[in-house]
């Protein structure tokens, strides 16, 4: 049983999850073919299922194989014997005044795991769009000292079914397929069509330490035959990890977002400490090559608005010659507090001056609308409980490779 935290008094839903048979619900075109092959499958044929699962999956929603009405009812039971379509397990679904979502998702314990861990992904709607901000990792690796997901040591890294079972159950439940009903508690939803039109790699973890799973998860993201979110609508956030960037443009080519906060390596190895293996200097460099920049396809920098930290009028005025040449946006975010954080946001007044000294520079400079901190929602406040495992305890599932280990 799940209970779902709201304005409204708790409900509770029924999730189904079996522990023994995995999930093919988020696999890209080479491991829903692996899939085939473990039951027999033969070769030949394979593409062939493949296109017919990959449309049943990612472009209707199906949560059954019997839903399946073009594949024979042989292979429909041969899938079913073996596999499920289950989605990441709902821990709590916790609605904010503003119409923002957070769902715990806990995930099947793969290998050796003792306990199951869970991921935080949240939804967050707009008039004329809605945005999934989605995990890579549980936990993280970079202890961002503002960040509320820095406390939370890594455990590991997600699988691509994972990352992609993060989109078809915010889909699944705010009623985002075609035919499908929106919530009963669906306040704020977007007045478009698709109700998910952008996603943000800006959850918990460090996206490019799991670079292979992620690159094939926003391939499957960005298929047009399947979930079909435009390239330019997904953004990779990065605290930056300056060897991988290139190649991610060059793999990926989908919208970049630097996580910067401080425009001096001393308060930068205080901030964001991985700025003490990658300077400024470099972070920079990597990005002023970054494959297919140009001013339709600007870098947006992320700057966190911490009270007499970072927030001065010299430290705008150094931003701005930072970033020159570099055709970028600055986001600047007021910071949201959390339990324990010795940080507080910096004053209204200040974070418009700051954004008018940018502005006046030539770069635009919205400042980020705090949204669900009520619900512990909004940018640096995502958490778990899963604690951190053994390496050894890291075993592959059946269909899926076992990711490259965060440095």
Known sequence: MVTILNA??????????????????????SG????????????????????????????????????????????????????????PEIVSEQVSVDGTRKWLMRLPRRGRERTAP??????????????????????????CSFCHTGTQPLVRNLEVEEIVGQILL?????????????????????????????????????????????????AVAADGDGLSVSKRRITLSTSGVVP?????????????????????????DELVPINKRYPIAELMNACRSYPGLSNARRITFEYVMLKDVNDSLDDARTLVRLLSGIPAKINLIPFNPWPGSRYLCSDWGQIERFAE??????????VRTPRGRDILAACGQLKSESTRLRASEHISPLVSKTPETAP
Request: aromatic share 6%; glycine share 6%.
């Open 244 to 268: 991988e960037i290139a190649r991610w443009g060059a793999e990926s080519s989908t919208m970049l977002a630097i996580s910067l906060h401080a425009t001096r390596n001393d308060l930068r």
């Open 357 to 366: 000294l940018v502005n006046r520079a030539g770069y635009a400079s919205p």
């Open 170 to 218: 915010a889909r699944d439940r705010i009623g985002d397929w075609p035919g499908a009903n929106a919530p009963e508690d669906g306040r704020l939803l977007p007045e478009t069509d698709r109700k998910i039109t952008n996603i943000v790699l800006m959850g918990m973890g460090e996206p490019l330490y799991n670079f292979d799973n992620v690159r094939r998860a926003m």
């Open 118 to 143: 869970e991921v935080e992904t949240v939804y967050i709607p707009e008039a004329d769009r809605g945005t999934l901000c989605i995990s890579s990792q549980v936990g993280c690796t970079l202890n």
């Open 8 to 29: 409204q008094p708790a409900k509770q839903i029924e999730v189904s999850v079996n522990a023994e048979r995995p999930s093919i619900a988020g696999l890209d075109r």
């Open 32 to 87: 829903l073919a692996e899939a085939l092959a473990a039951i027999g499958v033969p070769e030949k044929s394979r593409r062939m299922r493949v296109a017919q699962l990959w449309g049943w999956l990612y472009v209707r929603g199906v949560r059954s194989f019997d839903e399946m009405s073009d594949v024979s009812k042989d292979l429909r039971a041969r899938l079913a014997d073996t596999y499920t379509l289950d989605r």
